[in-house]
């Protein structure tokens, strides 16, 4: 089972969020019915966790980290001068991104996923006009206390991955387009995947309707290498899905992957996209261009 969660930690300048900046560490408190006690078992280490709270008066999802050490502990932590023993479910996390480390100050340079987008994407919760330190867990599973989707987690992610992380341009490897397909994906709300098994062999990237849905559109990445059997692979997705079949390769390629199109794959010719490494820059280009201008109006 895959499990993540979100912190809600009010508010970043607040003291009990110097145990946070100093350590890492972060606890929540016992209840009458145990629910603290219960998601807290749930986490793992290794399991992803978005911090959420306010912020020179912007509140969103800063941070994504993750859980390095989980333990009980009914003993005083002195960050926490209003209740030094209330929180005994405690986690240390490590800072994943946009920031390395925890450090309020690097904050500045964070673009937050703001609490009426997380709205728009189906995070109601933080919508309470009481708000409190919580913990909300999400899951891959059907788990009684589980607030919400793993994949629902995933698309906060991507939006916080989107708006704080450029590709560079230059010098483009196989990895890095296929980074760029991603991100145009998570722009156009396609529900990306990279490395999508068909069979036993994987596709570079693939595009969905929703998030279970199968593949509308599949894209392999040529920089040299067997032009076959990319194409191959593409054939194969759309034969099993109907998936648009997408090949992004080089100038110099183009013309062979074309021969390859137009002879062994010829049944197919009409179907084919056909895309340089130029063209999928410039269209990526445009379409972060158009992100950061929506960014900048507030909307998702």
């Known amino acids: 089972m895959a499990v993540a969660a979100l912190v809600n930690v009010l508010n970043f300048s607040h003291p009990h969020v110097k145990s946070l900046f100093s350590e890492g560490l972060w606890g929540f408190p016992d209840d009458k019915l145990g629910v603290n006690?219960?998601?807290?078992?749930?986490?793992?280490?290794?399991?992803?966790?978005?911090?959420?709270?306010?912020?020179?008066?912007?509140?969103?999802?800063?941070?994504?980290?993750?859980?390095?050490?989980k333990f009980e502990n009914r003993n005083p932590v002195i960050y926490w001068s209003m209740n030094p023993t209330g929180y005994p479910w405690q986690i240390r996390l490590k800072s994943l991104f946009p920031i390395t480390k925890f450090d309020a100050k690097l904050l500045n340079s964070v673009k937050p996923v703001k609490r009426?987008?997380?709205?728009?994407?189906?995070?109601?919760?933080?919508?309470?006009?009481?708000?409190?330190?919580?913990?909300?867990?999400?899951?891959?599973?059907?788990?009684?206390?589980?607030?919400?989707?793993?994949?629902l987690f995933q698309r906060i992610v991507d939006e916080l991955e989107i708006r704080n992380k450029r590709i560079s341009l230059e010098k483009l490897d196989h990895d890095r387009v296929k980074e760029l397909i991603y991100q145009i994906g998570v722009i156009q709300n396609r529900f990306p995947r990279k490395e999508y098994k068909i069979d036993n062999k994987f596709l570079d990237v693939v595009w969905r309707r929703t998030q279970r849905s199968v593949p509308a559109v599949a894209f392999e990445v040529q920089i040299g290498g067997n032009l076959f059997e990319a194409l191959t692979k593409l054939k194969h997705a759309f034969d099993l899905w109907n998936a648009i079949p997408v090949l992004v390769t080089t100038k110099e390629q183009i013309k062979q992957a074309k021969n390859w199109i137009e002879g062994s794959f010829h049944e197919l010719k009409d179907l084919f996209r056909v895309l340089t490494l130029e063209e999928i820059t410039e269209y990526y280009d445009i379409k972060r261009k158009a992100k950061d201008f929506e960014t900048k109006l507030g909307l998702i």
């Open 37 to 69: 006690r219960r998601k807290w078992e749930l986490l793992e280490i290794g399991s992803n966790v978005l911090l959420y709270g306010e912020y020179q008066g912007v509140k969103g999802v800063w941070l994504l980290s993750e859980v390095v050490e």
């Open 116 to 151: 009426e987008e997380l709205a728009a994407l189906g995070v109601n919760a933080l919508r309470a006009k009481v708000d409190r330190w919580s913990l909300f867990i999400f899951s891959d599973q059907k788990e009684r206390l589980a607030t919400y989707s793993y994949d």
